[in-house]
């Protein structure tokens, strides 16, 4: 089950199917309600995941404020990212908006390829270099909206 869903996720076109078979070993599916966390800001980052159904919030919680929706995931996006990087945890929570199904996998087993296959590493690190910056612009565009909206002229003193 885990390779026909892998084939079907941008970050892993390219990737030939014996190494999506290996990559497959390190995966599970879970089936997630709605307003379920798959995982909190601050939490050990050890596991990649692949939106396969549903929706999933990417929420950034400022120590002085409320949490801040940076990006909203669609089925076949990844997020959870840290756990590739090695981020000793992640950075943000992410939070499903309805009844959702993710693909877990292992950080450790998706590094373990890498260094396996280096080609299919290759392939993979390209693909989440590109996904990044999108995600990253997303995170941008709220603080600035937060801060437009906290420095108009007509917002509440406190």
Not at 61 to 74: H, I, N, S
Not at 84 to 113: D, F, H, K, N
Request: hydrophobic letters at 45%.
């Amino acid at each position: 089950m885990a390779v026909e869903v892998l084939e079907l996720v941008p970050l892993f076109r390219g990737v030939d199917n014996q190494d999506l078979a290996l990559l497959a070993d390190s995966c599970r599916s879970l089936a997630l309600d709605p307003q379920a966390a798959v995982f909190e800001q601050g939490t050990r980052a050890e596991t990649l995941y692949i939106l396969v159904a549903g929706r999933v919030a990417i929420r950034y919680k400022p120590y002085d404020g409320e949490p801040l929706t940076v990006a909203e995931v669609q089925p076949g996006d990844v997020f959870g990212w840290s756990a590739l990087l090695r981020r000793p945890a992640y950075s943000s929570a992410a939070i499903t908006l309805e009844s959702s199904r993710v693909l877990a996998i292992s950080g450790a087993g998706l590094r373990r390829l890498c260094r396996a296959r280096p080609q299919a590493g290759a392939v993979i690190l390209d693909r989440l270099v590109a996904v990044i910056p999108d995600r990253l612009k997303g995170a941008h565009g709220q603080v600035v909206e937060m801060l437009r909206e906290g420095m108009h002229p007509c917002a509440d003193d406190e």
